[in-house]
């Protein structure tokens, strides 16, 4: 997957976790660190010698990061190939998919609807935990819920399908459904 932080792109990739260990590779550069989120969800990152506390703010269904670390603030945002490939496809404008996929690596924290949930833009559908961070997972349009293909606690791939969708497209489609 690739961040933007301010101007600056890099490729990121998820290598593992042993424990609190976590490597990961940015523009193709091993990087291991040792990573806990604390209870009041500040991370504590310890990296060649040095402490850093870090705060995360997601927004965007986990694709945009507010990040704070001392007096410092920096913008995050995470683009995947999903991602890049929607918006070109869509002429840069976010449409809802009818499947909702893992955007990197993680674990389903918590699923919030079921099969036959009518769903609107903005609502969550599942939380999502990866590199010690939680986010929200949402739809960027209206929907239904058609089917949900992971559980609470389980483990997922970079971009696997966790959610059928049936997008609604018009004001038609919304009869009998609410």
Not at 43 to 63: H, P
Not at 83 to 90: K, P, T, V
Not at 143 to 152: F, G, K, P
Request: proline share 2%.
């Amino acid at each position: 997957m690739e961040i933007e932080i301010g101007n600056r792109k890099a490729e990121v990739e998820w290598l593992g976790k042993n424990g609190n260990d976590v490597q990961v590779s940015i523009d193709g550069r091993t990087i291991g660190a040792n990573v806990v989120l604390t209870d009041n969800g500040i991370c504590s990152i310890l990296y060649q010698g040095r402490s850093y506390n870090m705060e995360a703010v997601s927004f965007e269904g986990g694709r945009r990061y507010k990040v704070k670390c001392g007096y410092d603030s920096y913008d995050v945002r995470v683009i995947d190939a999903q991602a890049r490939y929607q918006q070109a496809r869509n002429g840069g404008e976010a449409r809802q998919d009818d499947n909702l996929s893992a955007p990197m690596p993680g674990k389903v924290v918590r699923v919030m609807v079921q099969p036959g949930d009518r769903v609107a833009a903005g609502d969550t559908l599942l939380v999502f935990e990866a590199m010690k961070m939680q986010s929200n997972l949402k739809v960027t349009g209206d929907c239904t819920v058609r089917e949900i293909l992971v559980a609470e606690g389980e483990t997922v791939a970079g971009g696997a399908l966790l959610v059928k969708l049936d997008v609604l497209q018009n004001e038609s489609d919304n009869h009998g459904k609410e």
